[in-house]
T-cell receptor, first 111, second 114 residues
Framework: RKEVEQDPGPFNVPEGATVAFNCTYS??????FFWYRQDCRKEPKLLMS?????NEDGRFTAQLNRASQYISLLIRDSKLSDSATYLC????????????WGAGTKLIIKP | NAGVTQTPKFRVLKTGQSMTLLCAQD?????MYWYRQDPGMGLRLIHYSVGEGTTAKGEVPDGYNVSRLKKQNFLLGLESAAPSQTSVYFC?????????????FGDGTRLSIL
């Protein structure tokens, strides 16, 4: 099985801090990359797609490093509501575009 | 504004019983998926469908069957439930499966097999 690996955490971060975590993937042919957010006992929800040039959405920045085969997510000025599990997802062209999901990184923002 | 709807939300079964999980989407998506999520693991694809009348096996298809008779519905069946099938099941749909085609999820079915 192709793998997507994440540090499970939890990352305990004070409110207002900046936090970053990475995700590594094993298939160099991977085409698309996403970050999803999953709240406790809820469904995953798309946070952002990760483009080759990197992209930003408000306080969130995603980067792709193809040479080292990892993607990263940076959260600035963290809010209590950012507490969740962040799932790294990779779309592999050679598997009929099936998504491969990481197990997630748990983030806890403390007041 | 329903999106993806799963029924039931909770179910407890005895070993050997059968049941069907229903997924319905109102976004006219071609692709639909069934996943299971277990503690400490990423979502694993059970079966998927690329259009009405088609289905395909995912990573963990054994013990499950699916049907896509209508574009908006994707059914997941457990023929003879086993304790190893205790899990949270998510249905998802997407417009396509190319680059940057995100999947939209239902809110899950929590299934316990005793």
């Amino acid at each position: 099985r192709k793998e997507v690996e994440q540090d499970p955490g939890p990352f305990n971060v004070p409110e207002g801090a900046t936090v970053a975590f990475n995700c590594t993937y094993s298939n160099s042919a991977s085409q698309s990359f996403f970050w999803y957010r999953q709240d406790c006992r809820k469904e995953p929800k798309l946070l952002m797609s990760v483009y080759s040039s990197g992209n930003e959405d408000g306080r969130f920045t995603a980067q792709l490093n193809r040479a080292s085969q990892y993607i990263s997510l940076l959260i600035r000025d963290s809010k209590l509501s950012d507490s969740a599990t962040y799932l790294c997802v990779v779309n592999e062209q050679d598997s009929n575009y099936q998504l491969i999901w990481g197990a997630g990184t748990k983030l806890i923002i403390k007041p | 504004n329903a999106g993806v709807t799963q029924t039931p939300k909770f179910r407890v079964l005895k070993t050997g019983q059968s049941m069907t999980l229903l997924c319905a989407q109102d976004m006219n998506h071609e692709y639909m998926y069934w996943y299971r999520q277990d503690p400490g693991m990423g979502l694993r694809l059970i079966h998927y469908s690329v259009g009405e009348g088609t289905t395909a096996k995912g990573e963990v298809p054994d013990g499950y069957n699916v049907s896509r008779l209508k574009k908006q519905n994707f059914l997941l069946g457990l023929e003879s439930a086993a304790p190893s099938q205790t899990s949270v099941y998510f249905c998802a749909s997407s417009y396509g499966a190319g680059k940057y085609q995100p999947q939209h999820f239902g809110d899950g079915t929590r299934l316990s097999i005793l």
